[in-house]
């Protein structure tokens, strides 16, 4: 179980935006963990729709990017996401943070009424030096 909890230090991260006690957004990093595809993590992020805009995701975002540059072992070089295809603003708000449109998971999304829906991909490359350089400019 050790092992466990030890591995998963370098290839999972958290983090959680708080406002009077509740979790407000969250973020989350995870390194895929078959040999061929360990260099890739995925993505998640959430924010209360009423605290969208208010610069709470590009918070978590940075501070999940930041981790992959400096966990020791992480060896992660592409991070991945999806976006739903109508949410212009969560993809504009990618985008800005260097993520690229790569291709689409088709019939990968179901809405509430069961209708499936395409999902763009997105990418973005990390480098080693991208932290360093994120601390000394801002």
């Not at 050790?2 to 958290?14: G, I, P, T, V």
């Not at 992020?45 to 501070?63: D, K």
Request: charged share 25%; net charge positive.
């Amino acid at each position: 179980m050790a092992e466990q909890l030890e591995n998963n230090e370098e290839r999972l991260c958290y983090a959680v935006a708080e406002a009077d006690g509740r979790v407000v957004a969250y973020g989350r990093l995870e390194r895929f963990g078959p040999a061929q595809i360990r260099h890739v993590a995925a993505v998640a992020l959430g924010i209360t729709p009423a605290l969208q805009g208010l610069g709470i995701g590009r918070a978590l975002m940075n501070y999940l990017l930041d981790w992959v540059c400096s966990a020791p072992g992480s060896r992660i070089t592409r991070a991945e996401l999806g976006v739903g295809a109508d949410n212009l603003r969560a993809g504009n708000f990618y985008a800005s943070l260097g993520f690229e449109l790569e291709g689409q998971r088709r019939r990968f999304h179901r809405d509430g009424d069961g209708r499936h829906g395409p999902v763009p991909r997105s990418v973005r490359a990390i480098g080693r030096s991208e932290a360093r350089h994120r601390k000394i400019m801002g």
